[in-house]
Every structure is written in C-alpha cells, then in structure tokens.
C-alpha cells in the first residue's frame, strides 16, 4: 500500500473512531491540543500523524494503535473494559448488565442455528 492510500486509510479509521465517540473534530482536537484543520487535514488522508500523535489519537479514542494503523482489530483485554465499567453510574450499570444477559443469549441463540 502506498503512503497515500495508507494515510486516507488512517484518516478513515480516525474519522470513525472520533464519530462514535459521539465528538467533533473541534472536540477531538481539543483532547489532543491540535487544530481542527489539522484533524480535518490528517482524516481526509491529506497528510499522516506524527507518532506522538498517533499515540494520543488511540488514547483517547479508546482504539489499538493495531486498529488505527492497520484495521487489525484486536480482542479488548478485561482491565480495558473494567476500566469502561467502573465510571458508569448504578443506573447505567444495571442497563448494561441487563444488555450483556440479553447479548449473551442471543449468541447461544446463534452457536446453535449454526
């Protein structure tokens, strides 16, 4: 793959990874101390990340650097997730928990009809 394609690929991988965060690229350039213009410039594939900011990206927007970089993704390890869990409030906890059992079955649901 060539630098271009690869940059449009990481622009494409940024951009997505920022919108289900639910954030804008003013947002997310906050978070990372840059410009929009240079969030806009690097998801549209314009110019690439600088290591350190790469890094920063994956940080906050909760994504492996093999994700972004390579569209790999990888299995989220438990402490990555209990962190997720231990900031919801009791009301979000039993939400989730309620999701998880309703998860869970559907995918026995789907290991049998296969």
Known sequence: MDKKSLNIAIGSRIKLARENMGWTQEELAE???LST???????????????GTVISLCEVLNVSSEWLLCGKQTVPDSEKIAIKISSLSNAQLVALDKVTDELLHLLKVTERNE
């Open 31 to 33: 978070k990372i101390d």
């Open 37 to 51: 213009q240079f969030i806009s410039t690097i998801e549209r594939g314009v110019a690439g990340a600088s290591l």
